[in-house]
């Protein structure tokens, strides 16, 4: 069993929709979690960093994370077709040395 | 990219040559690492590097070997490349407040033949 699982779509919308992308994770010691958008043929983009559990409200963009529950989401709000793209979500321990990806989910905004 | 160059950005190269890739920032951030991407397994930490000449083993160091002589270049080394080693290496940088924030490169397209 892999520590992140993440659904990896692909998830098509039409422009202006709610997304909700999660990821769900098994090691209860993870402390810091991440959301990266990664464009076709290029590195992966920090969108949201968070520190345990709660929300944290960036634009359009909206992290959760629920540690009770092990579960991590991703809200876009308004979608554009330029947010078409691959979504990782990541995380690691308190040490922060070592993080760990999920696989991505390919997202496509319609317009 | 943060400060974050790699080269090359693209290689071929045949099964049982040494490969380097290179990874340089401007950014003197502390922690460097370096990835690889394959379909079905996203990123996968190979090796990482928390200061000069100190790095350590990630997921799949097995056929990788690193290096870090200076703050701002981190190699990375296939000895003896093999087909399964085809992938997408992408380096990353962190920030040395504790636990950090990740950026990362613009990756390399390695395919071994």
């Known amino acids: 069993q892999k520590e992140v699982e993440q659904d990896p779509g692909p998830l098509s919308v039409p422009e202006g929709a709610i997304v909700s992308l999660n990821c769900t994770y098994s090691?209860?010691?993870?402390?810091?979690f991440m959301w990266y958008r990664q464009y076709s043929r290029k590195g992966p983009e920090l969108l949201m960093y968070?520190?345990?559990?709660g929300n944290k409200e960036d634009g359009r963009f909206t992290a959760q994370v629920d540690k009770s529950s092990k579960y991590i989401s991703l809200f876009i709000r308004d979608s554009q077709p330029s947010d078409s793209a691959t979504y990782l979500c990541?995380?690691?321990?308190?040490?922060?040395?070592?993080?760990?990806f999920g696989t991505g989910t390919s997202l496509t905004v319609i317009p | 990219d943060a400060g974050i160059t790699q080269s090359p950005r693209h290689k071929v190269t045949e099964t049982g040559t040494p490969v380097t890739l290179r990874c340089h920032q401007t950014?003197?951030?502390?922690?460097m690492y370096w990835y690889r991407q394959d379909p079905g397994h996203g990123l996968r930490l190979i090796h990482y590097?928390?200061?000069?000449?100190?790095?350590d083993k990630g997921e799949v160091s097995d056929g990788y070997s690193v290096s870090r002589s200076k703050t701002e270049d981190f190699l990375l080394t296939l000895e003896s490349a093999t087909s399964s080693q085809t992938s997408v290496y992408f380096c990353?940088?962190?920030?040395?407040?504790?636990?950090?924030?990740?950026?990362f490169g613009p990756g390399t397209r390695l395919t071994v033949l």
């Open positions: 990353a940088i962190s920030d040395s407040n504790g636990p950090g924030r990740q950026f």
């Open positions: 090691n209860s010691a993870f402390q810091y």
């Open positions: 968070t520190y345990s559990s």
């Open positions: 990541a995380m690691s321990e308190s040490d922060g040395n070592q993080f760990y």
């Open positions: 950014e003197n951030h502390r922690y």
């Open positions: 590097s928390y200061g000069v000449k100190d790095t």
